[in-house]
């Protein structure tokens, strides 16, 4: 497909459909009568791709001709969700595709529900991964994304009688008509086994040894500007059949090693923000890094001849300590294979890498036993020795004394010893940053004290950001035609030109066509939900949405125990003027976090209490959106008046659903924590509703004696709610279910819930008496969209750029 520029649209729609009926006959292999739904996909997918694949071998092509300095961006996770209206939209093919399929009865909506949702991370942290790779292109950065291809990514959330079950995602099941097999680009992947000193050097001889090689999914930018390249890898074994035990007839022993080489790839890790802390975790860390490793040098030295000049051609980007072995990795092939000394292989490696910490609770940073990082990985094990005598020296030159040598050290020499993968990564790179303001300088204050002390240069701060392609324009078509006409099409290209719409703020004509596309979106959100969950939800209340991972910092639980709080008043004061609220909850528990299944089994009693008690009058409704991922946040968010971004302040590292919403025009309900304080500078004290403990203050109650009980003895409205869960109000079946987690609150309340309790509460309020001011509450929605394009990825990716990588 030649899709010349000068075509016109209509010309160019007629060549995508005979584009479309030949790759259906010649590669999908039905004809026009025959083919289901799904093969029209399929279809639609292969010839928007031929069209991607030009654009991908110009910039291959250009990059290899300018010699240029390369990104990679390793990520054990990247949660990327759907592509195909985000392809479309980035090659401005969206209407001509539309043409198109309209021919043969399709409309594209149908089409896209086809394509399933690519779900290969956990949450926040994925999440950025995919909105990086996609402002990349956009910035035209020659770029690639590194990680892992899981043949069931992420779990699929059902809800049964209120309780979270998991089942497998099988995203792969009709095959995936974006990815490219490269079984020429392969490694090998060693694991176990010993190092042998060859007397001019040591030789790491393997035990086991998988293969890895690439499956690739092109990445494209914004206006189709460059694609880059997704490369996930996948595992193989190096002999699939053993034939001579199958011959024998064990015809199971003879696939064990197809087996154990599938188990590498077959699941993400369901755990966030908490390590897996299990030897298949170690396992598939080293292996995606250990692969890209030896992509990443094989390229430049067939390009550059000198592997020294690696930091001059290659920015490496470690997204948190999960390819943090990589540091071991890059000497270890520097080294040993190509006979680099110690000395000048670390300066190589530590000027080519750098790391972002995502997270600061010292429960949550990596760590592996060291008798099983040494079993799997014996050579890693000496040059991690290395690197911690070499860094501890340097310490010592300092005058550091034995506390921070130990806080310093590589191994963790408390109780059984393990090696800090964070400290690791730390030592081996010239850029260790935070995600946030807040966050980088807790790095500084907290764990990484001593270290930012050894080396006061490296902590520097990127706050996280958001691509305003997926998370405005193709989430929300309706709103970006009213601000086109507003301020014209300058922000499509550059989202900081959202300012314009400052001046707008007040225009009365401009904020109701604002909530006109706003209530359009709840109109369409209430459908879709009545579909999912049977719920039937009042598109002119105010949608309340609390959607991401479930967790206690996360708080959840003080959101639910205030709606508990709320049903009590209304039912007590059923003539007062309420709001009419809708509570709208969504998120994935780990399956092994015992309280955050609770947390969901207690939004679905409640939300069944609330829901058939006619004597709220619909004033109050409570949703749980079962299976929550990226395709449901483009539904939600645009629908949302009001984003909860709650957690217990210091403990969110930057947060990137409050930006989401922000963008989308919704009112942040939060605390001063993450990214909402940058949110809250930005889009003015007027704009936002802050509530609750700083994250100063949050450690001052931790550290003095916090006394919950005191507390929530004092709070009337907080002990109700507190003790009708409690007592089994919203559990009759189980009066006992919700004892113990009450009780928690009562006696320890690490998250400060009941803290903050008053001042949320009082907040919400706050949030109803504005509410009633519509033409206020549209102005504020305006100033949020104003204000929050510096939040684009496109803004965090440029200071990367510059500051970091230096491209
Ligand atoms: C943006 C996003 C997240 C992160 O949300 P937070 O509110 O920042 O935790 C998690 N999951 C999905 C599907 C997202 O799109």
Redesign the pocket.
């Known amino acids: 497909m030649s899709l010349d520029p000068a075509l016109t649209s209509g010309s160019r729609a007629a060549e995508i459909d005979a584009h479309i009926i030949d790759v259906l006959r010649h590669r999908v292999g039905k004809d026009e009568r025959a083919a289901k739904p799904h093969d029209w996909f399929t279809a639609t997918v292969l010839a928007l791709r031929d069209a991607v694949i030009d654009r991908w071998m110009e910039s291959t092509r250009k990059t290899y001709d300018e010699g240029g300095k390369r990104v990679y961006y390793l990520s054990l996770e990247f949660?990327i969700g759907r592509l195909l209206r985000d392809a479309l939209s980035n090659m401005g093919l969206t209407r001509e595709m539309e043409k198109a399929l309209a021919a043969h009865g399709f409309d594209l909506t149908t089409l896209e529900d086809l394509e399933p949702d690519a779900a290969l991370g956990n949450?926040?942290l994925g999440?950025l991964a995919a909105c990086f790779m996609e402002s990349l292109a956009s910035l035209d950065i020659p770029a690639y994304g590194y990680g892992i291809r899981y043949k069931n990514g992420m779990f699929r959330q059902r809800i049964d009688d209120g309780w979270q079950v998991e089942l497998p995602e099988t995203w792969l099941s009709h095959g995936n008509p974006w990815e490219f097999d490269r079984r020429e680009s392969a490694y090998r992947i060693g694991f176990g086994g010993e190092v042998v000193d060859r007397g001019d050097g040591v030789e790491w001889v393997p035990a086991e040894q998988v293969e890895a090689y690439a499956v690739d999914t092109p990445v494209v930018g914004w206006r189709g500007k460059r694609v880059n390249t997704l490369r996930l890898w996948t595992a193989a074994a190096l002999d699939p059949i053993r034939l001579d035990a199958f011959n024998a007839g064990d015809h199971v022993g003879a696939l064990v090693e197809e087996a154990r080489a599938d188990a590498l790839v077959r699941v993400l890790y369901p755990a966030d923000s908490t390590p897996a802390g299990q030897e298949l975790r170690l396992r598939q860390e080293y292996f995606f890094t250990s692969a890209s490793i030896q992509d990443i040098i094989r390229r430049h030295v067939q390009y550059h001849c000198d592997v020294r000049t690696l930091p001059d051609k290659a920015a490496i980007q470690l997204n948190d300590t999960h390819p943090a072995v990589a540091v071991a990795e890059i000497m270890r092939l520097l080294v040993d294979v190509h006979g680099l000394e110690f000395n000048e292989a670390w300066d190589v490696t530590r000027r080519t890498v750098a790391y972002t910490n995502h997270t600061l609770l010292p429960e949550a940073l990596e760590s592996w036993p060291l008798p099983l990082f040494e079993r799997l990985l014996p050579r890693h094990m000496q040059i991690v020795y290395a690197i911690n005598s070499r860094v501890l020296r340097e310490a010592r030159k300092t005058g550091m004394d034995d506390r921070a040598i130990a806080a310093i050290s590589l191994i963790d020499e408390h109780g059984e010893r393990r090696v800090r993968m964070a400290n690791l990564a730390f030592c081996g790179a010239h850029s260790v940053n935070g995600v946030a303001a807040l966050h980088t300088e807790l790095m500084k204050t907290t764990v990484f004290s001593d270290l930012h002390a050894l080396y006061p240069h490296k902590i520097n701060n990127k706050t996280n950001g958001?691509t305003p392609r997926r998370w405005l324009q193709q989430c929300n078509p309706g709103l970006v035609g009213v601000l086109k006409d507003a301020i014209g099409p300058a922000f499509l290209d550059d989202a900081e030109k959202l300012v314009e719409l400052n001046a707008l703020a007040d225009d009365a004509a401009l904020g109701e066509r604002i909530a006109e596309v706003k209530r359009a979106n709840k109109v369409a959100l209430a459908r879709h939900l009545k579909e999912l969950t049977g719920v039937r939800i009042d598109p002119d209340a105010l949608f309340d949405v609390q959607?991401?991972?479930i967790h206690e910092y996360?708080r959840q639980l003080l959101n639910l125990i205030e709606t508990v709080a709320l049903y009590d008043q209304i039912r007590s004061h059923p003539e007062r003027d309420w709001v009419p609220r809708v509570k709208i909850f969504g998120g994935k528990a780990a399956p092994s976090y015992h309280n955050a299944k609770l947390i969901i089994k207690l939004a679905n009693d409640i939300a069944r209490r609330v829901n058939s008690d006619p004597s709220v009058g619909g004033l109050l409704k409570v949703v749980f959106v079962p299976n929550?991922?990226?395709t449901l946040?483009e539904r939600i968010i645009p629908a949302a008046d009001l984003s909860e971004?709650i957690s217990t302040a210091g403990m969110?590292a930057?947060?990137?659903?409050?930006m989401?919403f922000a963008l989308n025009g919704a009112l942040t309900i939060g605390t001063l924590d993450g990214a909402n304080i940058e949110i809250k500078d930005r889009v003015g004290d007027d704009n936002i509703v802050i509530f609750g403990l700083t994250a100063d203050e949050v450690l001052e109650q931790r550290t003095t004696g916090y006394n919950p009980r005191k507390v929530i003895e004092g709070s009337k409205e907080l002990q109700q709610a507190i003790n009708a869960i409690a007592s089994g109000v919203f559990s009759p079946d189980d009066p006992n279910r919700y004892a113990a987690l009450m009780g928690g609150i009562y006696d320890s309340d690490w998250f400060l819930v009941a803290a903050d309790f008053d001042s949320y509460h009082a907040a919400q309020r706050g949030v109803d008496r504005r509410w009633e001011d519509q033409p206020g509450w549209r102005a504020s929605a305006i100033r949020n969209i104003a204000n929050v394009g510096w939040f684009s990825s496109d803004r965090t990716i440029g200071e990367y750029a510059r500051d970091i990588w230096g491209v």
């Open positions: 949660l949450g926040g999440r958001v959607i991401k991972r996360k929550y991922n990226v946040a971004q969110e930057s947060g990137t659903g409050n989401k």
